[in-house]
């Protein structure tokens, strides 16, 4: 399978533990995008890369984001300290980053936070 | 800011022809999109279109994108109980990458 790989599929954790995403693109896209959706709600962006650099930060990611690309393939986010009003679907994107920059999502990463 | 609009119920008969409309607002919009999202599943990519043009087909997708009206439009022809998804209708535009969404149109089959 060459798609867009998020791991794990599924996480539960308790309030205030620290949790991390993982995500591989398909291979030779430069951008990585990452997206997170609510229950009802279309998914909104919060950071993308270009190669290892982060290009742009939403202002939904708060202090207790954190996202890395550090040798320009996989991405790694990661929530510290947790709420209960993480609990989302987490969703990583890619694109080639050329001119037709057609961005293919990934299975997702359902969080929940009790 | 940028938005994007849908309904967020369509109920076709089986075999029919489901149409989803979508408004948007950003006219700098240069790419338009179509996602599909299936029950705990991620987005899959249905088509998209290029501003610049104002109709696509592909198999039993059509697109139709009014840009004077900022107006964006899937029909799936022959509905099949397969298609009963979520169908997300989004944009970027040249400022920046990232995706606009809205909120998203679930399409429930009727047999």
């Known amino acids: 399978d060459t798609g867009v790989s998020q791991d794990p599929r599924h996480k539960i954790t308790k309030r205030g533990q620290n949790v991390t995403f993982r995500c591989d693109p398909i291979?030779?896209?430069?951008?990585l995008y990452w997206y997170r959706q609510t229950l009802g709600q279309g998914p909104e962006f919060l950071t993308y890369f270009q190669n290892e650099a982060q290009l742009e930060k939403s202002r939904l990611l708060s202090d207790r984001f954190s996202a890395e690309r550090p040798k320009g393939s996989f991405s790694t986010l990661e929530i510290q300290r947790t709420e209960q009003g993480d609990s989302a679907m987490y969703l990583c994107a890619s694109s080639p980053g050329s001119s037709a920059n057609i961005q293919y999502f990934g299975a997702g990463t359902r969080l929940s936070v009790l | 800011g940028e938005d994007v609009e849908q309904s967020l119920f369509l109920s076709v008969r089986e075999g029919d022809s489901s149409v989803i409309n979508c408004t948007y607002t950003d006219s700098s919009s240069t790419y338009l999109y179509w996602y599909k999202q299936e029950p705990g599943a991620g987005l899959q990519l249905l088509t998209y279109i290029f501003s610049n043009m104002d109709m696509k087909q592909d198999q039993r997708l059509t697109v139709l994108l009014n840009k004077k009206d900022k107006h964006l439009s899937l029909r799936i022809a022959d509905t099949q109980t397969g298609d009963s998804a979520i169908y997300f209708c989004a944009e970027t535009s040249n400022r920046d990458d990232k995706i606009i969404f809205g909120k998203g149109t679930r399409l429930h089959i009727l047999p």
């Open positions: 291979s030779e896209h430069n951008r």
